[in-house]
Structures are given as C-alpha cells and as structure tokens.
C-alpha cells in the first residue's frame, strides 16, 4: 500500500511540474508588445497601408486594437501564443478611406482575417492568410 501511495504522490508531482513548467512557457511572451500591421499594394490596385499599436499579452492571450476616428478604421487582434511560440491571430476590424480596400468598399465596413505567426525571445513576425499580403512584426517594449 505504501509503494502505490508513494507511486501516486510521483505521479502527482511530475503532472504539476509539467503543467508548471508549460504555463511559464505560455507566461514568457506576457507583457506589453508593439505592433505592426504593412499590407501590400493588393491585386486590384487598392493602397499599400500600415498599422501601428500596442498589445497586450496576458497568460499567452494577445489582445490588441487599433482605431483612426479621422477616419473610422480599427482593427482588433486577438489569438493564444503557444508555449513553443506558434500563435493563430486573428484580426477583426472596419474598413477606413476606399482607396485601401480590396473592393473599394465603403468606410466602415466589417473585416475579418487570419494570420499564423511565431515569438521569440522579444519579437515575433506573422504573414496574414487570406485575400492580399500583410506582414505582421512584434517587438517586446
């Protein structure tokens, strides 16, 4: 009885230890980062344009925003950073001024995309999936 109690107790502490250990890896990116957003000339003419923004990341969770009131653009970015740094962000926003959006949509009109991107040490870099070429940087601030 002895050795299964002793057995289960090793268990035990090599289970926390390792969830220890991952939540440390998560919790390295934790704090506050800068971001940009530069986006290509797209396939349809519309402007080449670029973001700039604080984020935060807490507990591996990135949560950004971006806002222009002059002329109604936003942009929010959220994801997880993966304890090996591998990170799935997405970007959800309103579009500004027509000339840089694909489509020449109106002001104001709600975006979505994706973006895979990798951190490491005190910077990070991503390449957005869909529709035109934007790249993503990151750096610890």
């Known amino acids: 009885m002895r050795k299964a109690a002793l057995r289960s107790g090793l268990v035990f502490a090599v289970v926390v230890l390792t ?12 704090g506050t980062w800068s971001a940009r957003i530069v986006c290509a000339i797209a396939p349809d003419g ?20 971006y806002s222009n009131p002059r002329d109604g653009a936003t942009a929010l970015l959220t994801g997880q ?6 990170a799935l962000l997405k970007v959800d926003g309103t579009t500004g001024r027509t000339e840089y959006t694909v489509g020449r949509v109106q002001p104001g009109t709600p975006y979505h995309y994706t973006a895979n991107a990798r951190f490491a040490g005190r910077s990070g870099s991503g390449t957005r999936n869909e529709l035109r070429r934007c790249d993503l940087t990151f750096g610890r601030t």
Do not use: E
């Open 19 to 30: 969830a220890a250990a991952a939540q440390a890896q998560i919790n390295a990116f934790d």
């Open 46 to 65: 519309a402007a080449g344009y670029q973001l700039d923004f604080a984020a935060q990341v807490r507990n591996g969770a990135v949560d950004g925003r």
């Open 81 to 86: 950073i993966q304890p090996d740094g591998s």
